[in-house]
């Protein structure tokens, strides 16, 4: 439609609720859109986006909204081909099973696109997902609470707003143009979630960054950055509901590390943190690289020292370690794992 045009919604919003607009646009030929609700001349409008053909964006509604619309610049022309507002604030005042995505590039989603388009990605609305880090042009928002939570932290990371996931997500670290595994443990764990756990909410939380080391920014007694954002992050939605919990922690790093002494120093950091938060599981995900080579080969060996049944002093109860799938390809960097 034209725009500025406004649409009346099937039902006002309601004060005080939070809401993730999502909007898919096609054949765009330049210029900037907003979103935008209207309650007689009241507007709230969401931040611009470009040339994303997936825009989402969290939003909190200070007045009983009824009609929605965009508003564009003078060079915008494209199409909107989808439009949906949904209301999270209901799963946020329920209990939430909080999965924690930590550890570095691969996992942040620096690794390349091959064999997949970006622009066919689509929105995973069972489930709430926090990017910690804030780009508010890609839809990812932090209340820039980073420098109180640990001193080298940025004004961009933070306590994350919630939305829903899809490619590319954002985590502790910005990606923009990349593929994360986690969109696929979240549709994976949507799929098979236990619908018999009435008023239970799965959230998914993104602290992984990219280029970090276990001993330095993820140690508890040293720079512990990245350990201090997952931990108030995850301090934060726990403390949303009584009834939350944190359900799993899925770690992939250790191109950045050194085999010797990781397997021990993990182990601490599970057990301080289940100390905290419960005997909740962890999966250990294969680091990348070229199988054969001594550093990969040596920090496979370690982390697998971890697995639950592996008869190593430093094996956790409750982990599992997964195997790269067969057949996984590496980016030309040797580093990244591909589309």
Not at 317 to 334: K, M
Request: glycine residues 10%; charged residues 15%; contains cysteine.
């Amino acid at each position: 439609g034209a725009a500025n045009a406004l649409h009346p919604l099937p039902a006002p919003l309601t004060s005080g609720h939070q809401y993730v607009a999502y909007i898919a646009n096609r054949d765009r030929t330049g210029g900037t859109l907003r979103a935008r609700l209207q309650d007689g001349a009241t507007n709230l409008e969401t931040p611009s986006w470009g040339a994303e053909q997936n825009a989402i964006r969290n939003l909190v509604a200070n007045s009983a909204y009824d009609q929605f619309g965009f508003r564009s610049n003078s060079t915008a022309v494209c199409r909107v081909t989808d439009a949906q507002l949904y209301d999270i604030q209901p799963r946020l005042d329920g209990s939430l099973d909080i999965y924690i995505f930590a550890g570095q590039s691969n996992m942040v989603g620096a690794s390349g696109t091959t064999g997949f388009d970006l622009d066919q990605v689509t929105l995973e609305s069972r489930a709430l997902y926090v990017p910690l880090s804030q780009n508010v042009t890609q839809g990812a928002e932090t209340d820039s609470s980073g420098p109180s939570i640990n001193a080298n932290l940025t004004d961009d990371e933070g306590i994350g707003k919630p939305i829903m996931a899809r490619n590319p997500l954002f985590m502790a670290t910005q990606n923009t143009a990349g593929l994360s595994p986690g969109q696929t443990i979240i549709e994976t764990l949507c799929n098979d979630y236990p619908q018999a756990n009435s008023g239970r909410h799965p959230i998914f939380l993104g602290a992984a960054a990219g280029g970090t080391d276990l001993f330095d920014v993820w140690n508890p007694a040293d720079d512990a950055r990245y350990y201090d954002l997952m931990v108030a992050n995850v301090n934060h939605y726990l403390g949303l509901n009584p009834g939350s919990r944190v359900a799993g922690l899925f770690w992939c790093q250790g191109e950045s590390s050194v085999p010797a002494g990781y397997a021990a120093l993990f182990n601490s950091i599970v057990d301080g943190l289940r100390a905290s938060w419960g005997d909740f599981p962890v999966v250990i995900m294969e680091v990348s690289g070229v199988a054969g080579t001594a550093d990969v080969d040596n920090m496979i060996a370690e982390q697998q020292k971890l697995a639950t049944g592996s008869g190593d002093v430093d094996e956790l109860a409750r982990c599992a370690y997964v195997a790269r799938p067969s057949g996984a390809a590496l980016e030309a960097d040797n580093i990244h794992f591909s589309g």
